[in-house]
């Protein structure tokens, strides 16, 4: 089964100031997505970057990006330029390929804080 | 706002008691997922169903069971509630097959509260 670990509970940053959030995640799988989900305090569920495994390219999102080690099994996401509004807590999901049956594992997130 | 439209966002109900959460989603999505976020189990997969079939499934408790009607909106049964299935319900949707352009969009979420 598929395990995904984010090892940062809690996080706090200045505005301004730039931020990364570490997932890993365990699996035997070849082909993969890997997300990053936001959910600020209205509770919503926000799809902030994916990134496909067999892609070696980094995912990029204006100022979102990540940092994909595939064989490390490692995807961290890279918050620059942070705003008060990036305050939210974040998910790093991981779903497998599987034509027809897709499920979304999550970790346990990470709370970020942008203080002013 | 991602499309997809859940009902109702709060509820509050008796130990014992049946609800039924409601899904909608985005418009052309054959398939709804159901996801429960509790304080302790943090986010977690119950079942997936797809143009009406039930595809996966996850840790859904024999209490609860979902369906996915004919215009593709989906439902949620919680039955004999207990204290523990206070959580926030995820509805989700996403196209035929998650790939490139596509992905799975979640909902606000129904606010379940059992007292």
């Known amino acids: 089964a598929q395990t995904v670990t984010q090892s940062q509970p809690e996080m706090s940053v200045q505005e301004a100031e730039t931020v990364t959030l570490s997932c890993t995640y365990d699996?035997?799988?070849?082909?993969?997505?890997l997300f990053w989900y936001k959910q600020p305090p209205s509770r919503q569920m926000i799809l902030v970057i994916r990134q496909e495994a067999y892609k070696q390219q980094n995912a990029t999102e204006n100022r979102f990006s990540v940092n994909f080690q595939k064989a490390a099994k490692s995807f961290s996401l890279k918050i620059s330029d942070s705003q008060l509004g990036d305050t939210a807590m974040y998910f790093c999901?991981?779903?497998?390929?599987?034509?027809?049956?897709?499920?979304?594992?999550f970790g346990q997130g990470t709370r970020l804080t942008i203080n002013p | 706002d991602s499309g997809v439209t859940q009902t109702p966002k709060h509820l509050i109900t008796a130990t014992g008691q049946r609800v039924t959460l409601r899904c909608s989603p985005r418009?052309?999505?054959?398939?709804v997922y159901w996801y429960q976020q509790s304080l302790d189990q943090g986010l977690q997969f119950l079942i997936q169903?797809?143009?009406?079939?039930?595809?996966a499934k996850g840790n859904i408790l024999e209490r609860f069971s979902a369906q996915q009607f004919p215009d593709l909106h989906s439902e949620l049964n919680l039955s004999s509630l207990e204290l523990g299935d206070s959580a926030l319900y995820f509805c989700?949707?996403?196209?035929?097959?998650?790939?490139?352009?596509?992905?799975?969009?979640f909902g606000e979420g129904s606010w379940l509260t059992v007292v």
């Open positions: 169903y797809y143009n009406g079939e039930e595809r």
């Open positions: 699996t035997s799988e070849n082909n993969y997505y």
């Open positions: 989700a949707s996403s196209a035929i097959e998650v790939g490139p352009g596509n992905t799975i969009y």
């Open positions: 418009s052309g999505d054959l398939s």
């Open positions: 999901a991981f779903m497998k390929h599987d034509q027809g049956a897709q499920k979304l594992v």
